[in-house]
């Protein structure tokens, strides 16, 4: 028996680390070549989605019902170096909890916890070469695995199955697919734009701190289906003139060839598509022709490099295969590149250069050029030559001639040849598109001529038409039948014009711009895969064990939630006065970005809020909210909620309630951090990519405003017109019960850009009423009572909420032209940001700049009434500010330098008269709209993850 003991604990010793290694994140990451989005199921600990997070790009998110568990997992994840890439979901598995094509590895520790759920249901959660793996298989499995077409996959101690490559399914846009990254830019700030391997390229210019004329190039790799962040790279230089055309491409065995600089060198480099690490370099020394590179494209094996006159094409290991003289259109059909300068069209193989054959044929520029089935077509300016693709012969020559102003436009449906005109701004209600089908045979008209009919769009900066499947599509989103002229139209995102939307993956991708439609930020939209209805929220209330231990109310000296007050003034009765000394700093966030990122999206922490002798914050990124003590800044408690938080709690009677993008409104115990309470605002759990990681089908854009009468005030959605609607509750917050739900809807609301947005709640003082942007509602019922109507409080100008305004930033660059409107207002004076009380507003702002290099004024001003009448102003002003708050003797205003040398500042005023008292340097950049006021203190977050407290000498 005691030999038997001992061959059994050495056998269990043995075989422990084998056991181990199966279940390593480690040797997963090395077989599956995961990154992205990864969901864990059925696991009884954190070590694998640790080991996941920790050697790897992924954001993994761990399922565990189990409430009590959940919460110890969470708190030891609050106070580890991993809480921005992993997080606990307080639920159970259910596939219709997940958007589809959302996660890139899905592991299921044990089978029971998947419940009812089918192989077909999880395949459906998959992107595209995603992969599931299984401790064990389930009996039906391996069927539905073949009748799916899954690969079956070899990853050491797992069932393994890879979803397989996407097939072309184009149908109408009208559902968010994922967001994330900026929310405002200029609209030359994006360049190159190119998709590859389930990947999402881009430059983006971002900002050089004092230096208003720089900008930093840098370039992303996210995951196309989600949107995570996978990598980016600084390239080294600060001015790109080669427009939208990509200066990056990426292969089908994920190699990204780009233009990057070093010590003034510019260099053709080859990258890793999942880490962004260098693989090799073009030419070996120096590159001397890198800085001459107009464009990179990738098509059967090869990079296609191009300059002026010439093109070099490489093989994904860096190794030259050809050179020649070469035009500036390029277009490709299997392994045939047919390229065209103006003078000669060329057929060559791609391989190895080889001329099939060639055409002289002049076109005036820029001669567009496209590809159908059997023909290669060129513009010359409305004249339009069809060459056999076989031959290389000319088969016909159609002229085209649109009525006046409308301009043609060619374009391929399924292989069939359209001549297409359109015009943005149609007089007597007239079509903005019509379109007739040409025989490129003949080079005649077939059929008659067809029209969109009545006129959608107001403002298109970049009237491009696209080809989309069996479908024109014009406006963004307006996609239209050629064959019935049927119009669907779904107004989500106005994108950059300089770039317009790009189609790949059966999605549309916009980038944001000086304009917006509902939709800010980066984004991808696809076809719905729910049908939305206009259920309300409100329907979910799950209770914890925790309690209020002090159902203390707060006082007036106290600064209780975000902008302090339900006017949202941002300002206070008293300060600690302008003779400040540092109390303390606290470093509560990671940290670890550039100026540039923590300009280009809400990073950091929001703005404190304080009451009982507690500084309470949202740490965005971390997924957590963190209390520290007003006096010394030591952390009291840290409550991890798996997911971004990104507006400041509210505190009421000893309760810490605040929002999470994933659809929740959470209720703590504002003494100890223990969880009291959640309601889900949303009509129902629902998740897909938000900001590199998962948040609500519906965004969630409010955080909790308690009215005078005591009911709390929340609301979510996109727009009225989307997603079934804006979703807006009231309940009580010592216990959730709703008060009331409601769904506003309204889908024909006139003009394309006139919308309304779901938005924070504000309050006058007429107890009865509350204000969700410029809309009033009764308190008490819900009801609409008035649209766009005035208030007293800040609002803002333009279509835009309070969540697209604090993600789009102060930076001068991002508020160029269109969006220079999109202030704050307290009905006496409109500011990028600003504060008031009763009888003063104190108010930054901007001019509308038209390039990157802002030469406007930043004036800082303060007004008592409405008019051109200033109370004080300073226009000589180069402080860009991130906050101002006001009390009756002074104005405290934090911010940083961007267009001359010097360090982040608190400023102090004299508020009667606008004159600088005292000004002291800060060790960060303020979070936008992160400063408060309260027991004598001024608190600051940063962008950077600290809290800064100054105190009155």
């Known amino acids: 028996m005691k030999n038997s003991t001992a061959v059994q604990v050495l056998f269990f010793l043995l075989i422990t680390p084998l056991l181990q290694a199966q279940d390593s994140g480690q040797s ?69 909890d997940y958007g589809s094509q959302l996660f890139n ?32 298989l389930p009996p039906s499995y391996a069927a539905e695995a073949k009748k799916l077409v899954m690969q079956s996959m070899v990853v050491t101690g797992w069932k393994a199955f890879g979803r397989g490559k996407l097939k072309d399914n184009w149908k109408v846009a009208n559902s968010l697919k994922w967001r994330a990254g900026a929310r405002a830019q200029w609209s030359p700030g994006w360049k190159g734009l190119t998709f590859g391997a389930g990947k999402f390229l881009y430059t983006e210019s971002l900002e050089v701190p004092n230096d208003g004329v720089g900008a930093r190039k840098m370039l992303f790799a996210r995951d196309a289906f989600n949107g995570r962040v996978l990598w980016n790279i600084d390239l080294g230089y600060t001015t790109d003139k080669r427009g939208g055309i990509s200066s990056s491409a990426i292969s089908d065995d994920d190699v990204v060839l780009t233009i990057a600089k070093s010590k003034n060198i510019f260099k053709v480099v080859g990258l890793d598509a999942n880490t962004g690490k260098v693989i090799f370099e073009l030419p070996g020394k120096g590159n001397p ?10 098509q059967k094996g090869h990079f296609i490099v191009y300059g002026s006159g010439w093109v070099k094409v490489v093989d994904t290991k860096g190794k030259l295969k050809w050179t020649r003289r070469w035009g500036y259109r390029t277009l490709f059909k299997g392994d045939i590149a047919y390229n065209y300068g103006g003078t000669k069209l060329l057929a060559v193989k791609i391989k190895d250069g080889t001329v099939i054959w060639q055409l002289d044929i002049k076109a005036a520029w820029h001669y567009p050029m496209f590809l159908a089935d059997m023909y290669i077509h060129i513009n010359n300016r409305g004249q339009l030559y069809s060459i056999s693709l076989a031959t290389g012969k000319l088969a016909s020559t159609y002229i085209a001639k649109p009525p006046k102003p409308f301009k043609t436009r060619f374009k391929i449906i399924k292989g069939e040849l359209y001549d297409c005109w359109y015009h943005p701004y149609p007089k007597g209600g007239k079509s903005d598109f019509y379109w007739v089908k040409v025989d490129p045979k003949t080079g005649k008209q077939t059929g008659g001529i067809r029209e969109s009919g009545t006129a959608y769009t107001a403002n298109m900066c970049a009237p491009v038409i696209h080809g989309v499947g069996n479908k024109f599509v014009y406006f963004f989103n307006v996609w239209v039948d050629p064959d019935t002229s049927k119009r669907e139209y779904t107004y989500l995102a106005h994108p950059s014009c300089h770039i317009g939307t790009k189609f790949a993956y059966n999605m549309a991708y ?45 006082k007036n000296t106290d600064w209780p939630l975000f902008r302090n007050n339900v006017q949202r003034s941002n300002a206070t009765v008293s300060g600690p006065g302008p003779n400040l000394k540092l109390a303390w700093e606290a470093k509560v966030g990671l940290g670890g970005r550039t100026f540039g990122e923590m300009h280009e999206q809400r990073l950091g922490l929001t703005q404190p809020v304080i009451a009982w002798g507690l500084a309470i914050v949202a740490d965005i990124s971390a997924q957590r909210i963190v209390a520290l003590d007003i006096n010394t800044g030591k952390e009291k408690w840290v409550f991890h909620v798996g997911s971004r938080v990104d507006l400041s709690p509210t505190l009421y009677k000893g309760m810490c309630l605040f929002t999470s993008k994933d659809g929740w409104v959470w209720c703590l115990d504002a003494k100890t951090g223990k969880p009291i309470y959640r309601l889900l605002l949303t009509p129902r759990k629902r998740l897909i990519g938000g900001q590199d990681k998962l948040e609500s089908q519906w965004p969630v854009v409010s955080d909790v405003m308690i009215s005078k009468a005591g009911i709390a005030y929340v609301s979510c959605g996109i727009d009225i017109k989307t997603l079934g609607g804006i979703r807006a509750l009231a309940f009580k917050p010592e216990t959730g019960k709703v008060v009331w739900a409601k769904t506003y809807f309204n889908p024909k609301m006139g003009h394309v850009f006139k919308y309304t947005a779901p938005d924070i709640f504000v309050q006058d003082s007429r107890p009865d009423i509350v204000f969700m942007k410029k809309n009033q509602i009764n308190a008490a019922t819900g009801d609409l009572a008035l649209r766009n109507t005035n208030k007293i409080g800040p609002a803002l100008t333009g279509q835009h909420n309070m969540d697209n305004w604090l993600a789009g930033g102060v930076s001068p660059p991002r508020n160029l032209e269109d969006r220079m409107p999109i202030k704050l207002s307290s009905g006496v004076a409109v500011g990028k940001t600003l504060a008031f009380n009763t009888k003063l507003t104190v108010a930054y702002s901007n001019e509308r700049g038209t390039a990157w290099e802002y030469k406007g004024k930043l004036p800082f001003f303060a007004k ?20 101002i708050v006001l009390t009756n003797k002074h104005v405290y205003a934090v911010g940083y330098y961007y267009r001359i040398k010097g360090e982040p500042e608190l400023r102090v005023f004299n508020a009667a008269t606008g004159k600088l008292i005292k000004k002291y340097t800060i060790s960060g950049h303020a979070s936008w709209n992160g400063m408060s006021i309260a027991s004598n203190k001024v608190f600051i977050s940063t962008r950077e993850g600290k809290i800064i407290c100054f105190q009155g000498k």
């Open 510 to 554: 916009n980038l944001p711009s000086r304009k917006a439609g509902p939709l800010h930020g980066i984004s991808a939209i696809g076809p719905a895969d729910i049908t939305f209805d206009h259920e309300p929220g409100g329907k979910i209330l799950e209770k914890f064990s925790g309690k209020v231990s002090s159902p203390e109310a707060t």
């Open 28 to 96: 997963i990451l090395k077989e599956t070549k995961a990154s992205g989005l990864c969901l864990i199921i059925g696991d009884d600990s954190l070590v694998l989605g640790k080991d996941l997070a920790k050697n790897s790009n992924l954001y993994v998110q761990i399922l565990q019902k189990d409430s009590a568990k959940a919460f110890a997992w969470g708190n030891e994840l609050a106070k580890s170096p991993l809480r921005e890439k992993l997080g606990v979901r307080l639920s159970g598995f259910d596939t219709k």
């Open 105 to 136: 590895l899905i592991i299921v520790k044990n089978n029971a916890a998947l419940g009812k759920a089918t192989l077909s249901s999880l395949n459906r959660l998959l992107v595209p070469d995603g992969v599931v793996l299984l401790k064990t």
């Open 289 to 298: 022709f890198a800085s001459k590179v107009q464009s990179i494209s990738f």
């Open 864 to 883: 008592t009434k409405k008019g051109k009448a200033f109370t004080w102003i300073d226009e000589s002003n180069e402080l860009v500010m991130d906050d």
